[in-house]
């Protein structure tokens, strides 16, 4: 049902955890299965140096946070943004048709804390 690469991601997830002094948060949900994910990024030179995120929800919800911030580090802000859920779920060697929901909330928790960090600058 999932891809090797959806399993690697969920079961050793990479970027877990949160930044203390962080330049942006960005929290979503799901209203529908009730998770939850938040994303924490720290920008310098308009560059975003480090993600770390904490999500509370499911194995797929988990690998596309995880893959996402592997495709968020490095990037410009600019980049960031055009990070969609279809790129995800591309890098993820594809989704069951059912779970391509989860990875919304990776494209809007990155949008998330890239707000946070635009309306603290
Ligand atoms: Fe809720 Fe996957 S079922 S994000």
């Not at 399993?7 to 529908?32: L, Q, S, Y």
């Not at 993820?92 to 928790?109: D, F, I, R, T, Y």
């Amino acid at each position: 049902m999932y891809s090797d690469k959806v399993m690697d991601h969920f079961t050793n997830p990479r970027n877990v955890g949160d930044i203390k002094d962080a330049d942006g948060i960005g929290e979503v949900g799901n209203a529908k299965c009730g998770d939850i994910m938040k994303m924490y990024i720290k920008v310098e030179d308009n560059i975003i140096k480090d993600i770390k995120f904490k999500t509370f929800g499911c194995g797929a919800a988990i690998a596309t946070s995880s893959i996402a911030t592997e495709m968020v580090i490095g990037k410009t802000i600019d980049e960031a943004l055009k990070i969609t859920n279809n790129a995800v779920v591309e890098a993820l060697g594809g989704l069951p048709h059912e779970k391509v929901h989860c990875s919304v909330l990776a494209e809007q928790a990155i949008k998330a804390a890239i707000d946070d960090y635009m309306a603290k600058k």
